[in-house]
């Protein structure tokens, strides 16, 4: 019971993660709470949902769209709202106040698209096949979360630590003025920092969406929330830490759902937020950005 | 049925509830404080007052009364945690807070109601106790803008390494700002279940947050006139032109996005910063002004 507990859990977890990187990585380059990031999620969960019920296509290829999408979504965020803020030298409330009415406006398009239904994929979108060993249950639907992360996170992490990307990436963090002298373009980082973190998201989305069955307009805020305890767990910025905060919620969560409550469990992950805050504020792990950021500059 | 009665809910009881909301949120920015809190401590204010009038049969003062000192309190014991965290963090765990007081809500059935909330509340409280709310609001604003506290706020917003400098202490102005952001937001949160004959947990989450915050940039950040301005706008907006309404969040995180990029100090600030250069060039044209950006406005 306790490990297939620890088993599920794991595997919602691996979905948090996924989110949670594309989060963690805008903030290490561009030190701004995107607030957005749900929305991104939401919309590459619908994309890929419009894809299977009105254009009919086979679910890799509209895991493919949703991810795409939620990728292009997310630059034109930035291009539509965060580069104008970088332009105006505008400060990180001005950014978190920004993204967040980009949030709301994505929302609020995606109600009307969805006339605030809850949809679902259709019967036998995904095949139900559950195996069985050492007495643990897992469906191929939960196999198939586990890889997509391992994939995508394995590519994440060659494309940042083992390609010129990453250290671009770094550079930029450190100081976008200093990059340019070295010759690094700043939007071209910008662009495919948003794109990397949109499309993550996206792939999340879908894969919530067809976890859960249920799609809707709100689905981002809960993974919002869970984000911001994963990347505080994790450390603001860091990728591993990203990683492991995300595993590490997905089984506190079920643990709490499964031997406490199931209507508590937003109260207790948020009191552990708060203390991960108190008694930790910089996280488990380094950041992109060195020393980490507590007090004001 | 108490919906339909709220429906019809004059519109200038709404716009000065929000015009008081957004006060509360207005302090916290003020001090230099990234909180989004007040959505919770109005929660807080709100389920008090309407328990108190609703079960234990309290008079009106008294409930909105104890709403705000429960507010005070509430956001001066949350001040205490958060005095380590700064910017980001003081936003997320705000927001986190917020989340943490709606699903409590939701979970103390018994005395709150749950996801039905709270029905029937006789209203208690009209225009006029509204607007005697938003003057004393205003009116405590205006002396603490003008007295050693203001100054001592526009210090730590500018440039907190320098406020310590001056020796302004940070832990204790900074929960000041909680304090009085949490009194404004509990006792709004009061006279708003008092006023609109039911409430539910939802309505204190994201949309009460955004109304407020959406408020104090529109208008400005530092001027008091500001929260008033922006309230009004955004209550007045959807009437005006009825489309609008129907694209309320739309409208709101337009207004956000466009706001804070291109005026990013907010209607009043910006005209006030723009009268108070013109009237020094106009008398005084020799003195050549720079920039008038953090020029605390009052």
Partial sequence: MLVQQLLNGLIVGSV???????FTLVFGVLNILNLAHGAVFMWGAFVGL?????????????????TLAAGILSVLVDLLVFRPMRKRNGDEFGALVASLGANLVLISLAQQVSNARIMS?????????IFEFLGLRVSLLQLTMIGCLIVLVSALLYYVYVMPFGRQVRAVAVSERTAVLLGVNPTAVYVRTFFIAGALAGAAGVIIGLAFNSVQFLMGEPMMLRAFVVIILGGMGSIRGAIVAGLLLGVVQTTVVTYISSQLSDAIIFALLFIALLVRPTGLFRGLRQPARVARS | MNDLFAAYKPLFDITLLSCGLAFSQYVVLRAGVESFATAAFAAIGAYFAAILVTKWGAAAPVAVLAACALGAVAGGLLSIPLARLRSVFQAIATIAFVQIVVSLILYAEPVTGGALGINGIPQLVGTLGLLLYLAIVVALMTVINRSGIGRAFDALRQDETVAVALGISVIKYHALAFILS???????????????????????????????LAAVVLGGRTSVLGPIVGAALLAILPEIARPLA????????????VIIIYLPRGIVDTLAARWIAWRAVRQTPSVVLGSADDQPVH
């Fill in chain 1, 50 to 66: 419009y894809a299977v019920t009105v254009a009919g296509l086979p679910l890799p290829l509209a895991f493919l769209l949703g």
């Fill in chain 1, 121 to 129: 994929f259709p019967f036998g979108t995904f095949p139900i096949v």
């Fill in chain 2, 182 to 212: 949490g009194a404004i937001a509990g006792a709004g949160g009061g006279m708003l279940a008092l006023n609109t004959f039911s409430i539910h947990a939802e309505q204190f989450g994201f949309p009460l947050l955004v109304a407020a």
């Fill in chain 1, 16 to 22: 948090y993660a996924l989110f949670a990187l594309g």
């Fill in chain 2, 246 to 257: 129907e694209q309320r969040l739309l409208v709101y995180g337009l207004i956000l996005i």
